[in-house]
C-alpha cells in the first residue's frame, strides 16, 4: 500500500490532438512546484495524472497543488493490491481516521472502473463494500445525496485506488501553453490580479513596470518586485522589467497641457510597452484596467489611448466591481502589499481633472511637441532586466520562519 496524489485535468481532457502537449506541460509545471521533492514521480493515464510520493510529505504537497494552474482537482489516495478482502480492511481503517477527524453521520460509496474485466461491477462494489463498513460502525447510515463521507474506490488492472477528499484545483490552463503577453504591473490591487488571470489562460507573463525616480521611491519599485514575486508562485518564475521613465513624464509635464497629462502618459506607456513586448517574444498586453474605474478607463479614453498600438490589449478585469478585485487580491496574497502606500509613475504626476473624454485629434496634435521615437527607444535601450524565482521566495520565508524559531 502507498500514498499517491490523483490529478484530474478538466478543461485539458477536451483538448483533442493537443491534449498531450498540454499535459506535458502540466507535468513540467508540477515538477517545479515541487522543486524540493525531487523523489515524486510524475505518470499519466488517460484523463488523470498521479503522483508517486515516497517519502516526500503528502501535506505540503498538497499545499504545492494548490497554486498550479491546469489542475481542475485532486485526491490523496492510496494504492491497494487487488485483494478485495484487503480493500474492505483498508476501507474500516479509512473511515476511522475520518471520524477521528470530524463528526461523521452518513457515507456512501462511490466505484468507478478503468478496468472493466474485473469481477465485480460497480454496483456490486458499492453495495459489498458499503456492507462491510456499515457493518464495522453501525452508527453510521448510507446517505447518496451529499454524505459526510464519500469512500472512492478506483478499479484499476493491477490495484485498486481508494480516496476520500475531492479538492478543487485552480483550473485553467497550465502557464505556458499559450503564448506569452506583457503585464504592465504598477504597484496598484488591480494590475497582479490581472497578471493572474491572464496565467490561468496559460499566458507567460514578463511583468513591466514604469519607475520614475526621483518622483518615485526605491520603496516602490521594490514594492513592484514583491508583487512579480508573488505571482511567480504560479508560474515558477516571471522576469521583471524595470523602465526608466522619468524623462519621457518631465516632457509630457512641460509640453502637455495639464488636462492631457494622463491620456498621453498612457498613450507613451503602451508605445513602450508595445516595443519591449515585442523585445521578449510576447503577444499581447496585460493591464488592470476596468471600465469606468478611473478617467483613464473610461471608454472614451480607451479608445483614444488604444490608437498607438494594434497589439492586443488584454483587459482580464475589464467587467469587475472593485471588490471582486480585492477578492481575488487577497485570494492570492497581493492586497497587503498592494496597499501600501508607495506612489508610482501614474500618481505622482496625476492633474487634478483629467480629461475622460478626450478627443484623438487634438491628443495628436498635442503630441508633435513631443519627440515620440527618441524618448520611447532610449526608456527601451535603458530597461533593466531581472528575473523573480518562486524558488527564492521560499527559501528566503523558510529562512526568515528558522530565524524567527531560533529566538524563541
Known amino acids: 500500500m502507498k500514498k499517491i496524489i490523483m490529478i484530474r485535468y478538466g478543461e485539458l481532457s477536451i483538448k483533442g490532438k493537443n491534449k498531450r502537449r498540454f499535459i506535458r506541460i502540466l507535468s513540467d509545471n508540477i515538477k517545479r512546484a515541487l522543486y524540493d521533492y525531487p523523489q515524486v514521480k510524475v505518470s499519466q493515464q488517460h484523463d488523470f495524472m498521479f503522483l508517486h510520493l515516497e517519502d516526500a510529505p503528502q501535506d505540503k504537497i498538497l ?12 485526491s490523496p489516495a492510496l494504492t491497494i493490491e487487488r485483494d478485495f478482502e484487503k480493500l474492505k480492511e483498508v476501507a474500516v481503517e479509512v473511515v476511522a481516521k475520518e471520524m477521528a477527524k470530524s463528526d461523521i453521520k452518513t457515507f456512501k460509496i462511490a466505484t468507478s472502473r478503468s478496468d472493466h474485466s474485473y469481477r465485480l461491477d460497480t454496483n456490486a462494489i458499492n453495495r459489498e463494500l458499503g456492507a462491510h463498513v456499515g457493518a464495522a460502525y453501525p452508527e453510521l447510515k448510507v446517505q447518496l445525496k451529499q454524505p459526510d463521507l464519500t469512500l472512492r474506490v ?3 488492472e493491477q490495484d485498486f485506488l481508494l480516496s476520500t477528499d475531492w479538492l478543487p484545483g485552480l483550473g485553467g490552463l497550465p502557464v505556458g ?5 506583457t503585464l504592465m504591473l504598477s504597484g496598484g490591487i488591480d494590475s497582479p490580479v490581472a497578471g493572474y488571470l491572464a496565467m490561468k489562460r496559460g499566458i507567460r507573463v514578463t511583468a513591466l513596470h514604469f519607475a520614475s525616480p526621483p518622483y518615485t521611491s526605491p520603496q516602490a519599485l521594490e514594492k513592484a518586485k514583491k508583487l512579480a514575486g508573488k505571482l511567480s508562485r504560479f508560474s515558477a518564475w516571471i522576469n521583471f522589467l524595470e523602465v526608466p ?12 497641457p495639464k488636462e492631457y497629462l494622463m491620456t498621453v502618459t498612457r498613450r507613451m506607456m503602451y508605445r513602450v510597452a508595445d516595443r519591449l513586448r515585442d523585445q521578449y517574444d510576447g503577444l499581447a ?10 478617467a483613464s478607463q473610461t471608454l472614451e479614453s480607451m479608445y483614444t489611448i488604444n490608437e498607438v498600438t494594434s497589439t492586443p ?4 478585469l475589464v467587467t469587475m466591481d472593485k471588490l471582486e478585485i480585492i477578492d481575488i487580491a487577497e485570494r492570492i496574497d497581493t ?3 498592494s496597499i501600501q502606500p508607495f506612489e508610482d509613475c501614474c500618481t505622482v504626476f496625476a492633474p487634478p481633472s483629467p480629461k475622460t473624454k478626450p478627443h484623438l485629434d487634438e491628443v ?3 503630441e508633435k511637441r513631443l519627440a515620440i521615437d527618441e524618448l520611447v527607444q532610449a526608456a527601451v535601450d535603458q530597461t533593466k532586466f531581472e528575473r523573480i524565482e518562486w524558488q527564492d521566495q521560499v527559501e528566503e520565508a523558510e529562512h526568515i520562519a528558522d530565524e524567527f524559531e531560533d529566538l524563541l
Open 285 to 294: 498586453i496585460v493591464n488592470g484596467e476596468s471600465v469606468g474605474q478611473v
Open 245 to 256: 521613465f522619468t524623462e519621457i513624464q518631465e516632457e509630457i509635464k512641460e509640453k502637455i
Open 335 to 337: 492586497y497587503d502589499l
Open 154 to 156: 478506483k478499479v484499476r
Open 63 to 74: 499545499e504545492r497543488l494548490q497554486d498550479v494552474f491546469g489542475i481542475q482537482s485532486y
Open 313 to 316: 490589449i488584454l483587459r482580464p
Open 177 to 181: 501553453s499559450s503564448a506569452k503577453a
Open 364 to 366: 495628436e496634435y498635442l
